[in-house]
């Protein structure tokens, strides 16, 4: 059963009354191995002047009728990316039994989503070509330090092999969530991230981990930072000027070479084999 990823937002497009064309679109979280168009993927355009959660419901219950007959099965949860979304989203989902989270964590959305802006919208009727607003930055959400009860004893930096991170769904980890690999990275790519040890209490920090739905890391003013759900930013532990500008300078590299792959993985110890939990994490651009 696989989770949800949906956006429910203006595309580049007007109608015939010169109003921003809405759409809803639907994609399940593939498999770290699957190739996302194979998922199931559901798409609807809404008119201007119905954009609600009602109709929003209506279309998630046909998502639901048409993920079913394609033997897809229902999501566990439903991830929504878009601040100003959410509580659209929550109202429309709530009555069809759908947990609706916050979360960024919808990487094979956005791919999706970067795909019809490329080849779909500018072949359609009212495409607004040409560039386009841009919204204004916001300051990033201070970093703040992890509770006592989800933070690690140390944390070290590591790399893993892409075709091991191939078979991480078949790894005994009691927390995860992957993401496609997507199929720009070269097969020999060694992908960074950070291992966590958190002694006896290992567990209990994974599961803490897991919900704040883990995006990526970034490494500024000397910390190593765990950036997740929609605005939050968490320390992971600090580092030595010289260290630092290192840390960035990999970080950067990995975005260009390997679409922004990271992990974090939390354990015992750094003796033991046992993962009490992994995370695949991207650096993504937003549209």
Known sequence: MSDWE???????????NGHKRWELLV???????????????????CPADQVNSLWLGEALGQALEDAEVGGHGRPQRVRCWRQAMIAMVQRAAEPLGLAVVPSRRCYALIDWLQE????????????LAGPRAVPVP????????????????????????LTSLREARDWPVDFSSLTPLPASVAS???IPGVRLFAGDRALAVAGWIAGLEPLKLT???????????????WLL????PGEAEAAAVTFAG????????????????SRTQHVSGFWLLRDQILP
């Open 116 to 127: 019809r802006q490329r080849t779909v919208y500018p072949r359609q009727d009212g495409y």
């Open 237 to 240: 532990g600090r580092l030595d």
């Open 138 to 161: 916001t300051a990033p959400a201070p970093a703040r330090p992890l509770p006592d009860a989800a933070r690690g004893d140390a944390w070290e930096w590591a790399s893993l092999p």
């Open 219 to 233: 490494v500024s003013n000397n910390c190593i930072l765990l950036e997740a759900g929609l605005d939050q930013r």
């Open 188 to 190: 020999e790519s060694t």
């Open 6 to 16: 949906v956006d429910f937002y203006s595309r580049p497009l007007l109608d015939a």
């Open 27 to 45: 994609c399940d979280t593939p498999e770290v191995d699957t190739p996302p168009e194979t998922g199931f993927r559901f798409s609807k355009a």
């Open 254 to 269: 990995s975005c260009q070479s390997t679409a922004g792959l990271q992990f974090l993985s939390v354990q015992d110890t």
